[in-house]
């Protein structure tokens, strides 16, 4: 996996707020970049989750918003299934979008919410 980062995200720190580390190496990383939208993340999320084909996946949710209310959004979902994480400052879509795959393996596929 190449860990290439701009200068800008590097003084960021990001932070798992909620999940497990996995005891599996995923085949599919399946990354969910959010700013400012968690009416639409639920549904991202489980969308995610039916996921079949690509089996064992690991979701993973980059909050660019620091939003305290996502732990509303995420707390109903196993946390074995998926992992957020959140930017100690706003990375921009493209900083937030590379943190997301800096996170994943190296097969991986970006669902927007």
């Known amino acids: 996996m190449d860990?290439?980062?701009s200068d800008f995200s590097q003084s960021s720190k990001t932070k798992l707020i909620y999940g497990k580390p996995l005891t599996f190496t995923p085949l599919v990383s399946i990354a969910i970049p959010t700013y400012k939208r968690l009416h639409?993340?639920?549904e991202a999320i489980e969308?995610?989750?039916s996921q079949r084909g690509c089996s064992p996946y690991e979701v993973i949710v980059l909050?660019?918003?620091q939003s305290p209310n996502i732990l509303d959004v995420v707390n109903s979902?196993?946390?074995s299934k998926i992992a957020v994480y959140q930017n100690s400052t706003n990375l921009g879509l493209w900083g937030n979008m590379n943190r997301a795959l800096d996170r994943?393996?190296?097969h991986t596929s970006e669902l927007q919410s």
Do not use: G, K, W
């Open 104 to 106: 994943s393996e190296e």
């Open 63 to 65: 909050d660019n918003d």
């Open 40 to 42: 639409l993340l639920r």
């Open 3 to 5: 860990n290439r980062q």
């Open 77 to 79: 979902f196993d946390p």
């Open 47 to 49: 969308s995610a989750l």
